[in-house]
């Protein structure tokens, strides 16, 4: 081979290990891409919608492991998380934080409190005038210490910590933080929602 070509060709090869390099860094410890596969957050994130995930904000998670380094700030009351699903950890849920650590949640036909208060939820939508037990009323329940209770917004539509439990706080992946892309199809990209902050 020609040894200019040959140079060319090591100078792209060590560009794309560096990128590729770059490209695991930062999906590993700064930000991940995910997408929105249902609607039990709606209206607060609809189906198609990408969203970037901090990842380091909570702490950094050492690869392969559970263990958490560096957290900037503790999971906070309605902050919107990716962690992994109790039931299934091959796969990624996305919900609100209702309860942290010491909270005690209940639910009466329909109507949340939070040690002893009543939500003030504008986000919250509810599809269903009917009530069910289980999904509509439940508790007190006190969240365990390095755990947290989630719910999603769209409350009658959503499997959430009312019927499988806690999230473990090493099971989080990260804060919801901006919305890079939304459609419903090709021919419905939803330009508006796009650089919208998750809240």
Same mark, same amino acid.
């Given at each position: 081979?020609?040894?200019?070509?040959?140079? /060319?060709?090591?100078?792209? /090869?060590?560009?794309?290990?560096?990128?590729?390099?770059?490209? =695991?860094? !930062?999906?590993? =410890? @700064?930000? *991940? &891409?995910?997408? !929105?596969?249902?609607?039990?957050?709606?209206?607060?994130?609809? +189906?198609?919608?990408?969203?970037? $995930?901090?990842?380091?904000?909570?702490?950094?998670?050492?690869?392969?492991?559970?263990? $958490?380094? /560096?957290? /900037?700030?503790?999971? *906070?009351?309605?902050?919107?998380?990716?962690?992994?699903?109790?039931?299934?950890?091959?796969?990624?849920?996305?919900?609100?934080?209702?309860?942290?650590?010491?909270?005690? $949640?209940?639910?009466?036909?329909? @109507?949340?409190?939070?040690?002893?208060?009543?939500?003030?939820?504008?986000? +919250?939508?509810?599809?269903?005038?009917?009530? *069910?037990?289980?999904?509509?009323?439940?508790?007190? +329940?006190?969240?365990? &210490?390095?755990?947290?209770? @989630?719910?999603?917004?769209?409350?009658?539509?959503?499997?959430?910590?009312?019927?499988?439990? =806690? @999230?473990?706080?090493?099971? +989080?992946?990260?804060?919801?933080?901006?919305?890079?892309?939304?459609?419903?199809?090709?021919?419905?990209?939803?330009?508006?929602?796009?650089?919208?902050?998750?809240?």
């Amino acid at each position: 081979m020609n040894p200019r070509w040959q140079k /060319l060709l090591l100078e792209y /090869l060590e560009a794309l290990a560096v990128a590729l390099v770059l490209a =695991f860094v !930062i999906r590993t =410890f @700064v930000v *991940q &891409a995910f997408k !929105i596969p249902s609607g039990s957050m709606l209206d607060t994130l609809l +189906i198609g919608d990408h969203l970037l $995930v901090n990842k380091f904000l909570y702490g950094t998670h050492i690869p392969f492991t559970d263990k $958490v380094v /560096l957290p /900037l700030e503790e999971p *906070q009351r309605s902050d919107v998380i990716v962690f992994e699903f109790p039931e299934d950890t091959t796969k990624d849920f996305i919900k609100r934080i209702i309860g942290v650590p010491g909270d005690v $949640v209940e639910m009466k036909d329909k @109507v949340l409190t939070r040690n002893g208060e009543t939500l003030v939820e504008p986000y +919250i939508k509810h599809t269903d005038s009917g009530l *069910q037990q289980r999904r509509d009323n439940f508790g007190p +329940i006190t969240v365990p &210490a390095g755990k947290y209770f @989630v719910m999603g917004d769209n409350r009658d539509e959503s499997y959430d910590s009312r019927f499988w439990g =806690f @999230v473990d706080k090493d099971k +989080i992946r990260g804060k919801a933080w901006m919305i890079y892309w939304s459609w419903d199809g090709p021919s419905d990209i939803r330009l508006g929602r796009i650089g919208r902050m998750v809240r």
